[in-house]
């Protein structure tokens, strides 16, 4: 979709999906964000009346929506598990070199303000407690039993985001690419 | 050591560590700094030039150093990688609870600013391929080929930091003491 047919709610929580992840929430000043998303001020609080917290929370969701239609499609072919993960690994580190090496997880540079904010938190768990299930619903449909599913897709969520951590300090997608061999 | 005996200069480094840790870079304002670690201004230009940059370096040297300590006493009488591995899981689980289940890892809660800041990603990978060269250490020590022990040692990082962040989004520490499990 054009980004100029986007609505300006849309625009506003794409950019902030966008900028959160490289720089964290703290870091993104509002401005920054109206100017990228090309919005007004009076439009942030008619969309998000709590303002950012609320924006961030809405981008969250969108990009954890991205990554389960992700995580949907990488399975949807496959013949094994460890098939399925190869494919989404490969995916990520595709998104990965797209992005230039700097993103970080949408939701781990979004949604943790520590204790002053167990919304956020709440949130993150929610989220990432989604993109396990999707997972292990497919290693379901491909043949485990209910235990051992979520067993692998925990090992995987985990070996993600412990390999994005790594890709983005070292600014190189072959460490997602390489995650499935270091599972053999 | 008793906090009263640490000089100026280092107790602003464990302030930063320990508020950078929960609340990210851009999360904490120097004044919280500076309350944190009863410092006075000066004090914070006069050991670092560069004032919070410097400073986050300096603490993330300080964590980083922690782990390598933590890593080494974890594998210093282990018959196995593994079971260094679960000494080691065990070890983080007691320290995230110690902390409340709120601390993020210590470098990547302080050193990601995005392509802003190339300095913060280059000490974040230096500090994280420490982790790794200790760990594939251990792993030669126990008898693995280099390469063996690098892999070893690179899946034991993904895993742990992954395992962090879900065990953050979670709060809960059991998530690090069953890593060694989804490696079997």
Same mark, same amino acid.
């Given at each position: 979709?054009? $980004?100029?047919? @986007?609505?300006?709610?849309?625009? /506003?929580?794409?950019? %902030?999906?966008?900028? &959160?992840?490289?720089?964290?929430?703290?870091?993104?000043? /509002?401005?920054?964000? +109206?100017?990228? =998303?090309?919005?007004?001020?009076?439009? +942030?609080?008619?969309?998000?009346?709590?303002?950012?917290?609320?924006? =961030?929370?809405?981008?969250?969701?969108?990009?954890?929506? *991205?990554?389960?239609?992700?995580?949907?499609?990488?399975? *949807? *072919?496959?013949?094994?598990?460890?098939?399925?993960?190869?494919? +989404?690994?490969? $995916? @990520? %580190?595709?998104?990965?070199?797209? =992005?230039?090496?700097?993103?970080?997880?949408?939701?781990?540079?979004? @949604?943790?303000?520590?204790?002053?904010?167990?919304?956020? #938190?709440?949130?993150?768990?929610?989220? &990432?407690?989604?993109?396990?299930?999707?997972?292990? *619903? %497919?290693?379901? #449909?491909?043949?485990?039993?209910?235990?051992? =599913?979520? #067993? $692998?897709?925990?090992?995987?969520?985990?070996?993600?985001?412990?390999?994005?951590?790594?890709?983005?300090? !070292?600014?190189?997608?072959?460490?997602? !690419?390489? @995650?499935?061999?270091?599972?053999?």
């Amino acid at each position: 979709m054009n $980004k100029r047919v @986007l609505s300006t709610k849309d625009r /506003l929580i794409r950019s %902030a999906a966008n900028l &959160f992840r490289v720089r964290g929430y703290h870091g993104v000043g /509002l401005n920054d964000l +109206l100017a990228h =998303a090309n919005a007004p001020k009076g439009s +942030l609080y008619h969309h998000f009346p709590d303002g950012k917290p609320d924006l =961030a929370k809405a981008a969250a969701v969108w990009a954890s929506d *991205e990554m389960l239609r992700l995580i949907a499609v990488s399975f *949807e *072919e496959a013949k094994t598990f460890e098939d399925g993960m190869t494919t +989404l690994c490969h $995916k @990520l %580190a595709k998104l990965f070199d797209l =992005a230039g090496r700097w993103d970080g997880c949408p939701i781990s540079s979004t @949604l943790f303000e520590g204790p002053d904010n167990e919304d956020f #938190r709440a949130c993150a768990e929610q989220l &990432f407690n989604g993109w396990i299930a999707e997972g292990a *619903e %497919a290693a379901e #449909r491909l043949g485990d039993a209910p235990d051992e =599913a979520r #067993r $692998k897709s925990e090992r995987m969520f985990i070996m993600v985001q412990g390999g994005w951590t790594l890709a983005r300090a !070292r600014r190189s997608s072959d460490v997602l !690419r390489e @995650l499935p061999r270091l599972l053999t």
